[in-house]
């Protein structure tokens, strides 16, 4: 039932033009990837007893969210120039879209803000440290009161960026399970379509 139900969601996604573009698609979901691994590092980093441990899950974890930060910028520039979106049905009240799209751009802006405000804690603390491709020099001093604030904003914005994730992710699976309108299918990377979902500009 529940199958059979997705898989009609599926099956109405818009046509060709009318979904994203398999660019856009793909990196949708690598950032999916991507956060998967920013948390489990900052975690497993925080839970290491051992202090080696801790050290090469804080190396992944700098170097993965450098990479967070390029692909969203890359990400973007595409949107910009190539990229196809598909407008949202119609059957979607104003209020609706206009929190779908605020909950999409401020996605966006904590992907670019997070990986500011983690080098930015990283560098103020004064010492050269290692990522995967190589050495991040030390620039600036220590200065111990600008690494709390930001270790600060980079931890409530991990927070809030989780609970936006869990409501947008919720949002695409009611729109697959429940309004069966397309909307998920013209995110996913398979299926073929039957019908287009009625658009707005
Ligand atoms: C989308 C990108 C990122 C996400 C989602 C993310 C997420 C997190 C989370 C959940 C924590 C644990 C917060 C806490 O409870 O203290 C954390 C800590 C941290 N992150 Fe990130 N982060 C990102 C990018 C970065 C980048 C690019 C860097 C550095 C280049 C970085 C450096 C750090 C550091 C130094 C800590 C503190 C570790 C400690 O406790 O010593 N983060 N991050
Ligand atoms: C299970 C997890 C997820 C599901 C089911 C999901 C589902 C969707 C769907 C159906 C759309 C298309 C909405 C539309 O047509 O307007 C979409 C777009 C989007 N998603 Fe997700 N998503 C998930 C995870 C994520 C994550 C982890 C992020 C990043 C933090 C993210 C960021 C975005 C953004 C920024 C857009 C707007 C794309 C654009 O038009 O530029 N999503 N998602």
Known sequence: ?????????LQSAPDSGHRYDAI???LHWATLLLLIAMYWTAHAHEAAADG??????????RSTGLLVWFVTVARL????MFGVAP????????????VARSMQTMLYALLLLMPVT????????????????GEFPA????????????????????????????LH???GICHGLLRRDGVLGSMLPVFGSKARREEVA
């Open 1 to 9: 039932m529940l199958y059979s139900t997705l898989i009609d969601d």
């Open 24 to 26: 856009s698609i793909a």
């Open 52 to 61: 080696a441990v801790a050290a090469r899950m804080l190396l992944l974890h």
């Open 77 to 80: 520039g595409w949107k910009g």
């Open 87 to 98: 407008a949202l049905p119609t059957a979607m009240k104003p209020a609706q879209r206009f």
């Open 118 to 133: 983690g080098l930015l804690q990283s560098v103020l603390r004064g010492k050269a440290f290692p990522l995967i491709l």
């Open 139 to 166: 620039v600036v001093a220590r200065d111990k009161v600008a690494v709390t604030l930001f270790h600060g904003i980079h931890e409530t914005s991990a927070t809030t960026l989780l609970v936006l994730i869990g």
């Open 169 to 171: 992710a919720l949002a």
